[in-house]
């Protein structure tokens, strides 16, 4: 579908001009310039030639068929060159022309009206607010960036224009090459779905990376990354993330979610490697297009200086790779000609006078060794090593070495040539051990995300008509929380167990309900209008007898009379003391972009102070549900501390699996919380103590 976009027959430049200092000469310039290979037409009624090309005053007066157009006139005329583009049949435009969306309402209504029009006569728009398109395969560079990248096998998208022009110029320092580069600007057609499903079938693009401040279709976004990290890595920066939402959310989930961690949840799982910074994106650029993916966590750190490789394994650590002992065979091996201070373990410290002979031949045993799937090299400049000779060893073996090998060449000016050396023969130089243990850790990450068999998705059948029938019935009142039998009525429709309890009116009700139930009981206010029943006074528990009872159903309800005089109160809830267990939360926010999403956590302070939750979009596969469990830093209480009993983590994974299908099959549900979820000990199952929804039409 985009192929006109990257490899275009003829390109006609809309505003090009003779006037070398507007951008309808330099991108006009740019094509010629680097060699591209079709048709090149400038437009521009008062020009009958530009650069040595014969203008056209309009697009119909051109002879030939146009594939791509760039339009580089001002905004007002965009509309009208949109206008000739469908008369004349051109499919693909590129507008780098500015004042649209990004300008406040006016311009978006301008870029609205575009949008329809160009949609209507079936043209695909890059842009507005670009910086253009290159592809080093077909030479066409037609952007106004400066320059032209070298061929290479990273395909880039992004929002910004300012990010393509830093990353090409960190490019050209690097010597690193590029199959495709696109500005996608205000994205009113193109966005980076459809960027990203070319450059899947872009036989010249090993990965893909992208700066993106916003992702418009999240559920769409999502499908389409999944399935390209099958087969190309993708490698995103996010920024502009914000908690503005999450300040006007009343539940606790709400006021955890903010939309970063919705972005954090998708790109998990969908495979998609998120950059931390700009930093982490070049050094994981370079790691991924130039080096194949490493069989396994396990590393091995060769260095010729103790700190480096202790820093090394200290980052190794923190991340998913192993650093592996060396096995007795390869350590042998190498004992034949390091010298006895050495030491054969990993890292493999060759010590401080090791020359580039033991480096060599040590990298030589280190690749034949199987168990170790990928090598990092360390070097700190020392007078008995040439680190150039160094490098080139490295270029040597690596050439027919099928695990990753990743650098550091610690300092600056005695490793500088030496870094070049490396860099133009495509091996990943770092300056810090860091940011080369991040780079492994991230491509063992993407190949074991690869290699997980296929999802499993499980359905529950919930009474759906019940709960629609709540649902409908408190619209009706105008009313947006549920009050807590309501609630129940929710969870009990998806088979969740629930505590027995009844709603007493009256203290006499309460003593009768407490009597049934039987006795420890918990009392709880029953309103509409107390969210925080807690702070307000309006929760008891381990209430023991019926004089208890009666005490409480007093307090409870002047204390709410008195602390919020307009609330309606029903009545007070008398509930069944669940037995022990460990408290979580669970919860249902809606994302802006990707819909609904699932919260989790350890209940109480855990998940107030310490917001130690994790997210997921919905719906939640069952590898999910049970990553976001292992996923929050208290996990280990979970499973069960001191010779504790662990909790039922099963039950947990249920319940996450339960309130994810809830989600998707009411999409009015805006925020909701199971706090607590009550877990027993494993294979005593788990109970829905209390819950809140909040809903819209
Ligand atoms: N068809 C063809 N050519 C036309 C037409 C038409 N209908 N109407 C006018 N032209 C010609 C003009 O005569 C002029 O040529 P000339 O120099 O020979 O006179 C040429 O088109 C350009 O028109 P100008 O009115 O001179 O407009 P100018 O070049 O000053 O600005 C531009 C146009 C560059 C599109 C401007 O409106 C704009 O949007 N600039 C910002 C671009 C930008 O920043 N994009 C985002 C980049 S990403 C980043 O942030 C780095």
């Not at 007493?504 to 709880?524: H, N, Q, R």
């Not at 019926?546 to 007093?554: G, L, N, T």
């Not at 099959?665 to 979820?677: C, Q, R, S, Y």
Request: aromatic share 6%.
């Amino acid at each position: 579908m985009l192929q006109h976009f990257f490899n275009p027959s003829s390109v006609a430049v809309v505003g090009a001009s003779q006037n070398p200092h507007k951008i309808g000469y330099e991108i006009l310039e740019n094509i010629i310039q680097y060699n591209f290979r079709g048709a090149v037409y400038p437009i521009n009624p008062k020009a009958d030639e530009i650069l040595g090309q014969k203008a056209y005053p309009d697009l119909m007066s051109v002879p030939g068929k146009i594939d791509l157009a760039v339009i580089v006139v001002p905004p007002a005329l965009v509309m009208d060159v949109v206008e000739q583009c469908g008369e004349k049949g051109v499919d693909s435009v590129i507008i780098i022309t500015a004042g649209f969306k990004e300008t406040g309402p006016k311009g978006s209504h301008l870029e609205e009206a575009l949008a329809v029009r160009a949609r209507a006569l079936g043209i695909h728009v890059v842009g507005p607010n670009c910086l253009g398109i290159i592809d080093t395969t077909s030479s066409l560079n037609a952007s106004f960036a400066e320059g032209m990248p070298l061929p290479g096998h990273i395909g880039f998208f992004s929002q910004s224009g300012a990010m393509c022009i830093a990353i090409l110029d960190w490019a050209f320092g690097q010597n690193i090459g590029f199959s495709r580069f696109v500005s996608l600007g205000n994205k009113m057609d193109i966005s980076e779905v459809e960027i990203m499903l070319s450059m899947e079938r872009d036989a010249n693009t090993r990965v893909i990376l992208g700066y993106s401040e916003s992702i418009d279709n999240g559920p769409h976004f999502m499908e389409a990354a999944r399935r390209v990290c099958q087969t190309k890595p993708i490698i995103i920066i996010k920024s502009g993330t914000t908690s503005a939402g999450a300040k006007a959310a009343s539940s606790h989930t709400g006021a955890l979610a903010g939309s970063d961690n919705a972005y954090t949840a998708a790109f998990k799982q969908s495979g998609v490697i998120r950059a931390k910074s700009m930093q982490d994106l070049f050094g994981y650029a370079m790691a991924f297009a130039t080096q194949p993916l490493p069989e396994g966590p396990s590393v091995a750190i060769v260095t010729n200086s103790g700190g480096p490789g202790i820093l090394a394994a200290d980052a190794c650590d923190r991340s998913s790779l192993h650093l592996t002992p060396i096995r007795k065979e390869t350590a042998d091996r190498l004992r034949e000609f390091l010298p006895p201070t050495a030491a054969v373990y990993n890292p493999v410290d060759i010590i401080g006078d090791a020359t580039e002979e033991r480096y060599e031949k040590t990298l030589e045993v280190i690749l034949q060794d199987d168990m170790l799937h990928s090598v990092l090299i360390l070097l700190a400049p020392t007078a008995a090593v040439d680190a150039e000779a160094v490098a080139y060893s490295i270029v040597k073996l690596a050439k027919n070495a099928d695990k990753p090998i990743i650098t550091v060449f610690m300092g600056e000016r005695g490793v500088r040539r030496a870094r070049r050396i490396l860099q133009d023969h495509s091996i990943p130089s770092y300056e810090y051990p860091e940011d080369a243990i991040s780079a492994m850790d991230a491509m063992a990450s993407y190949r074991r995300w690869r290699e997980k068999p296929p999802r499993q998705y499980r359905h529950f059948k919930g009474d759906t008509g019940k709960v629609r029938q709540i649902f409908s019935s408190i619209i009706k009142q105008h009313r947006h929380d549920l009050i807590e039998s309501e609630a129940r009525e929710v969870l009990r429709a998806y088979q969740f167990r629930l505590p027995e309890n009844r709603i007493a009116k009256t203290t006499k009700e309460a003593v009768l309900a407490a009597s049934e139930i039987g006795y420890p009981v918990v009392m709880k206010i029953a309103s509409p209008d107390v969210l925080h029943k807690s702070d307000m006074g309006g929760v008891r528990v381990g209430i023991e007898n019926d004089a208890q009872v009666e005490e409480a159903f007093f307090d409870m309800t002047s204390s709410i009379r008195l602390r919020q005089p307009d609330a309606r109160i029903l009545g007070v809830m008398v509930q069944e003391m669940i037995p022990q267990g460990k408290e979580v939360i669970l919860g249902i926010t809606r994302d802006m972009q990707f819909g609904p999403m699932i919260m989790f956590g350890l209940g109480g302070i855990y998940v107030e102070v310490l917001k130690d939750v994790s997210f997921r979009i919905a719906p939640l596969s069952v590898e999910s549900a049970d990553a976001m469990i292992r996923e929050i830093r208290s996990f280990p209480l979970l499973r069960g501390v001191r010779g504790e009993a662990p909790a039922d983590i099963e039950a947990i994974r249920d319940a996450l699996l339960r309130l994810s299908q809830i989600a998707i099959d009411f999409p009015e549900i805006i925020e909701a919380d199971i706090n607590p979820l009550l877990v027993c000990p494993e294979g005593q199952g788990a109970v829905a103590v209390d819950a809140r929804f909040t809903i819209h039409e």
